[in-house]
């Protein structure tokens, strides 16, 4: 029960960024763009400072990102488990970025698919000078292909013109393609294959942090993102009906993102100029009606 409303929560937090816009304002153009007094003398010249009132908009970004992923996992009962690399990540993404309240432009909402992957590898331990490693179905390790899609909610903080901080949290799900199990007691017929009681669907949470730079109309993000998987790689009630077991995916990736701005992320689309227009020339022929 506790998964299932965390899950909603994380649903509801995915989707707010695009849900608490508001009603697009009225646009004025006094305080869009930039207006020289009637009458410029040298004293107003001197004194006069410009800053950049561009606000960021709510924009689009695509791109595709790749990586390595670090496979670990977590077992009941425990198990000594170690971080392990898996090669290629790669993936794409789409990311709307949103102005909450028409106040915080700072959030957004990014969906996507990666190739991924996930499993697990025993460390060794010794007891009085023997040395063992512990295994599943006589492999110590174990690793699965996992394409996956993911929904999730996007935090950015932009230091200065080219630098941003990111924060992401939302849900995954995917599929275990397949599998691969090395170990000195792997039955030959088993090393590739899923046994009836391995599971073959995942779904989780999913977050990370980033950094990126911004070179108008490009973005280059670097990232660290997490997942914690919800669905065992096994049935619990495998080895026995009255004595559960789990392992679950908990794995991480390091991942580095080209991306593109399909819209302006500061400055005016055509359309909202022409939409600006629009409207100051209804305005201009309303002041002129008798």
């Known amino acids: ?16 960024p695009l849900c608490a816009q508001g009603k697009k304002k009225h646009i004025d153009p006094d305080q869009e763009f930039f207006h020289l007094p009637d009458s410029v003398t040298d004293e107003y010249l001197d004194n006069m400072s410009l800053v950049n009132r561009a606000r960021i908009n709510d924009y689009w970004i695509v791109g595709v990102h790749g990586g390595v992923s670090l496979e670990h996992g977590y077992f009941n ?3 000594t488990v170690s971080f392990y690399p898996q090669l290629p990540v790669y993936g794409f993404s789409v990311t709307r970025y949103a ?17 991924n ?28 292909e996992v394409p996956e899609a993911f929904l999730l909610s996007h935090f950015h903080f932009d230091m200065g013109q080219y630098v941003k ?6 849900m995954y799900g995917g599929y275990r393609m397949n599998i691969t199990r090395i170990g000195p007691r792997v039955r030959e017929a088993i090393v590739n294959e899923f046994l009836e009681t ?11 942090l980033g950094l990126g730079l911004m070179l108008d109309p490009f ?13 065992s790689f096994y049935q619990p009630d495998v080895a026995s009906p009255y004595y559960y077991r789990f392992a679950y995916p908990l794995d991480g990736a390091v991942t580095f993102g080209v991306y593109y ?30």
């Open 1 to 16: 029960m506790s998964k299932k409303i965390l899950l909603t929560l994380l649903a509801v937090l995915a989707v707010l």
């Open 77 to 79: 009962p425990p198990r």
């Open 99 to 115: 102005t909450m309240m028409n106040t915080f432009p700072m959030v957004g909402m990014e969906v996507g698919f990666q190739h």
């Open 117 to 144: 992957f996930e499993g697990y590898n025993f460390k060794e331990y010794e007891i009085e000078g023997i040395t063992y490693r512990q295994t599943i179905d006589g492999a110590y390790e174990a690793y699965m």
């Open 165 to 170: 901080i990111m924060a992401k949290a939302g």
């Open 198 to 208: 391995d599971r073959r669907w995942t779904y989780g949470v999913q977050g990370g």
């Open 219 to 231: 973005e280059f993000h670097l990232g660290l993102q997490v997942k914690w998987g919800w669905s």
């Open 261 to 290: 701005q399909l819209t302006p992320r500061r400055g005016h689309t055509r359309s909202k100029l022409r939409r600006m227009a629009r409207e100051m020339v209804a305005e201009e022929m309303e002041s002129n009606e008798p």
